[in-house]
């Protein structure tokens, strides 16, 4: 039955249509809303759409913005932009247009789905927060000489890419997605082709299952593009499904660089992609600078990383401080540049070759191994095909480099819920690090992360002091435990400021399921707020908690023992 007109015959509501020519506000008051025909946001207008309004729209109809619209739902009351039918399928209704290149449209807690366009940003500028856009026939967010920020949001199911943008206006020249979950999407996760002088971010997203690649960039020049902090997992399950190759490339991360373009791809965790994990073409051009820091490489289809240049390329290829292990193919296979301080090693058909005719640095890596010649079997060059070039990897290092840790430097921070997510790579397992926040007045709080299953780290608290909090990592000694105890995240709080919703992650050490797991969090007067027996699986959301002082335990005989302390207390702000 999808994508048959169905009406919600038993619902009430109000029915729109046509062009606006004055301010209005759709109200829950309004409850549910039918648009028939295509509403007109005139230029100048101002659409304003409060919490827990739903909109069901006719096959084909748009709500299209020439002036102003602002979407303000909540966290329990999303706005709802959806199709009429009752058995509602992709492209039942025609989507968001926003046409309004002299005013922002914000959508702020909003659900979009089943719509063909989803939401399109048609020279118009568009700022996405706490949303899910899912199950649209196009792209889920899509932008053509507009502008784009995401943040905190979800691009979900969408048969097209989660974001598609193409191309700028000299007024629109930015794309901006953080802290959001962009997965199982028809075509890529993420697709951004610019013109000129443009800025893009991604930043601590998770890119996931995506049917090409997780992330596909290119630019004309003189743009800066950060990717910095991404989970990129499973991307081109078209490659693994059918075998078949796409004509854009392919890999977790694909970009192309143009002329006097800045590329910062910092502490990405980029593993299981059907393909290369990072695939770099770096086109005739001048004064790049591309600069690859702190990744972890793992697992993925083909090549680790391969960087290939076309004829004429002059610019910098910067390395260091990676991960690149039990790739199908080789670790790198590298045109240019060089690479040190980083872990290469495992990898099925080599660990390094030069597709250049320069020859590559790859001198102060750990290898895997002390033994020279081992080593030098898995380094490919010149001596062993006439298609590679030399390769200078003595001397190297006789033992693994120590972890890094990367978090934001500092963030302003104010209002309710905040997550902080960091990366930390490079990133063996069994170490563990240690992360403390420190507020305005000095007041630190302090959190412990193991590594296994957690090289993206989420911290999720609600702030009371306005201003600068800086946030700071550093590892540990490696774990020494080799039984098959498991551990968990311990929390401890020292500012009593910090109230809020409490989560508790979970990191399993052995290869048994970690199922049937006794869970009690009981307060200081000995009351059990929660006891129950359960499957654990990450993170467990344990609710909202009232003041005082708490006790978390997990237990299984034989297998788990843990136990953290909380000491929730609310502060009066002061006036």
């Known amino acids: 039955l999808q994508g048959v007109y169905i009406p919600f015959s038993s619902v009430s509501g109000a029915t729109v249509q046509g062009a606006l020519d004055e301010d209005t506000m759709w109200s829950a008051r309004d409850a549910v809303l039918f648009v028939v025909e295509d509403v007109l946001v005139s230029q100048g207008i101002t659409l304003t759409i409060m919490p827990g309004v739903e909109i069901r729209f006719s096959p084909d109809v748009e709500l299209v913005v020439e002036g102003t619209l602002e979407v303000m739902g909540n966290r329990s009351h999303p706005v709802i932009f959806t199709s009429v039918n009752a058995f509602p399928g992709m492209g039942n209704w025609g989507g968001l247009r926003l046409k309004n290149i002299d005013d922002i449209t914000t959508l702020n807690w909003a659900i979009v789905e089943y719509s063909t366009l989803g939401v399109y940003a048609d020279l118009g500028r568009v700022e996405i927060k706490n949303c899910v856009v899912r199950w649209n026939l196009e792209a889920g967010v899509m932008s053509r000489l507009g502008a784009i920020k995401i943040h905190n949001s979800s691009i979900l199911g969408n048969k097209g890419s989660g974001v598609y943008s193409f191309g700028y206006d000299p007024r629109n020249k930015k794309t901006e997605i953080i802290n959001s979950i962009v997965r199982e999407n028809g075509d890529f996760g993420v697709f951004v082709v610019n013109d000129r002088s443009c800025r893009t971010k991604i930043i601590n997203n998770t890119i996931s299952d995506n049917w090409l690649s997780g992330i596909y960039l290119e630019s004309e020049g003189r743009g800066r593009t950060d990717v910095i902090g991404n989970t990129l997992t499973g991307n081109n399950r078209r490659r693994v499904l059918s075998g078949s190759k796409s004509d854009w490339g392919e890999g977790g991360l694909v970009f192309t660089v143009g002329v006097m373009d800045e590329y910062n791809i910092l502490y990405n965790f980029i593993s299981g992609n059907g393909a290369d994990g990072v695939n770099i073409y770096l086109e005739k051009s001048e004064g790049c600078e591309v600069t690859i820091v702190g990744n972890h490489i793992e697992g993925n289809l083909e090549n680790g990383i391969t960087i290939e240049k076309g004829p004429g390329y002059h610019g910098s290829v910067a390395m260091k401080d990676m991960n690149i292990i039990e790739n199908g193919g080789f670790g790198a296979k590298i045109a240019i540049g060089s690479i040190e301080h980083s872990r290469i090693y495992s990898n099925i058909e080599g660990q390094l070759a030069n597709l250049g005719e320069e020859p590559f640095n790859a001198a102060h890596n750990w290898w895997g191994t002390q033994d020279e010649d081992l080593i030098a079997e898995g380094v490919f060059d010149s001596s062993d095909d006439s298609a590679y070039g030399p390769v200078e990897y003595m001397p190297f290092l006789e033992e693994p480099t120590q972890g890094r840790l990367w978090v934001s430097d500092s963030m302003s921070l104010s209002g309710d819920d905040v997550e902080i997510h960091g990366t930390i790579s490079p990133c063996p397992l069994g170490m563990v690090a240690q992360i403390t926040l420190t507020d305005p007045m000095m007041?630190?709080?302090?959190?412990?992360?193991?590594?296994?299953?957690?090289?993206?780290?989420?911290?999720?608290?609600?702030?009371?002091?306005?201003?600068?909090?800086?946030?700071?990592?550093?590892?540990?000694?490696?774990?020494?435990?080799?039984?098959?105890?498991?551990?968990?995240?311990?929390?401890?709080?020292?500012?009593?400021?910090?109230?809020?919703?409490?989560?508790?992650?979970?990191?399993?050490?052995?290869?048994?399921?970690?199922?049937?797991?006794?869970?009690?969090?009981?307060?200081?007067?000995?009351?059990?707020?929660?006891?129950?027996?359960?499957?654990?699986?990450?993170?467990?959301?344990?609710?909202?908690?009232?003041?005082?002082?708490?006790?978390?335990?997990?237990?299984?005989?034989?297998?788990?023992?843990?136990?953290?302390?909380?000491?929730?207390?609310?502060?009066?702000?002061?006036?």
Do not use: C
Not at 449 to 467: C, E, K, M
Not at 483 to 493: A, S, V, Y
Not at 506 to 533: F, Q, W, Y
Not at 535 to 549: A, F, M, S, V
């Open 443 to 575: 007041n630190e709080t302090q959190f412990t992360v193991l590594s296994q299953d957690a090289r993206n780290f989420t911290i999720p608290f609600t702030p009371v002091a306005v201003g600068t909090w800086n946030i700071h990592g550093e590892w540990s000694d490696r774990l020494t435990n080799t039984d098959k105890q498991r551990e968990g995240i311990t929390l401890q709080i020292k500012n009593p400021s910090f109230r809020g919703t409490l989560r508790l992650t979970v990191i399993d050490k052995s290869s048994s399921p970690l199922a049937g797991v006794k869970l009690r969090l009981s307060h200081n007067t000995g009351a059990d707020v929660i006891e129950r027996v359960t499957d654990i699986e990450g993170t467990l959301d344990l609710g909202d908690l009232d003041e005082g002082g708490y006790l978390i335990s997990l237990t299984k005989s034989g297998y788990l023992d843990v136990s953290a302390s909380i000491q929730v207390e609310r502060e009066t702000p002061s006036e």
